[in-house]
T-cell receptor, first 114, second 111 residues
């Protein structure tokens, strides 16, 4: 069965480059989340979508981070002018409803900024 | 903001032994999730607890949420190599689906 997929799985960027990370949630899932996981840490919330609406972006660390989900399915997390501190694993999760429930996670994109 | 503290941070256990991982919250838990993560992979859902005193089991893994809903424990019976990985607890807040995670417990199983 199709789970949450993310691409690319690995991304190496030079400092100052822009990157775009893609998330394909499970079909029909209403909620979509982005988390950032630094080495040795638990995931930290970045932003949340309910269908195409971005309801919470309180976790985005700076205005260099931008996320969208224009048609309520696929989502893209864009990071402009990448910095070394942006190096992390970016995890996407989706859930079926808007109530508290199981969040299904993708394998993540490991971003390394040189 | 809610904080979750996990203990221990790392654990080395001989195969076949039992073990317990704890997760303590700074606030009352509305929902408590346990996930497992292997290196280079995403999080695998184990269990979710919502009610004080609730206990759930899956195969050899049992999780409990205490009555006051501020602490949860994950217990593995007769550990196996397949149990190795990082265990993360995550908390949901009332009216808010986003999860706050602990820093994780790295479990190593030795023969």
């Amino acid at each position: 069965g199709a789970g949450v997929s993310q691409s690319p799985r690995y991304k190496v960027a030079k400092r100052g480059q822009d990157v775009a990370l893609r998330c394909d949630p499970i079909s029909g899932h209403v909620s979509l989340f982005w988390y950032q996981q630094a080495l040795g840490q638990g995931p930290e919330f970045l932003t949340y979508f309910q269908n195409e609406a971005q309801l919470d972006k309180s976790g985005l660390p700076s205005d260099r981070f931008f996320a969208e989900r224009p048609e309520g399915s696929v989502s893209t997390l864009k990071i402009q002018r990448t910095q070394q501190e942006d190096s992390a694993v970016y995890l996407c999760a989706s859930s079926l409803t808007t109530r508290v429930g199981e969040q299904f996670f993708g394998p993540g994109t490991r971003l390394t900024v040189l | 903001s809610q904080e979750l503290e996990q203990s221990p941070q790392s654990l080395i256990v001989q195969e076949g032994k039992n073990l317990t991982i704890n997760c303590t919250s700074s606030k009352t838990l509305y929902g408590l999730y346990w996930y497992k993560q292997k290196y280079g992979e995403g999080l695998i859902f184990l269990m979710m607890l919502q009610k004080g005193g609730e206990e759930k089991s899956h195969e050899k893994i049992t999780a409990k949420l205490d009555e006051k809903k501020q602490q949860s424990s994950l217990h593995i019976t007769a550990s196996q190599p397949s149990h190795a990985g990082i265990y993360l607890c995550g908390a949901a807040n009332f009216g808010n689906e986003k999860l706050t995670f602990g820093t994780g417990t790295r479990l190593t199983i030795i023969p």
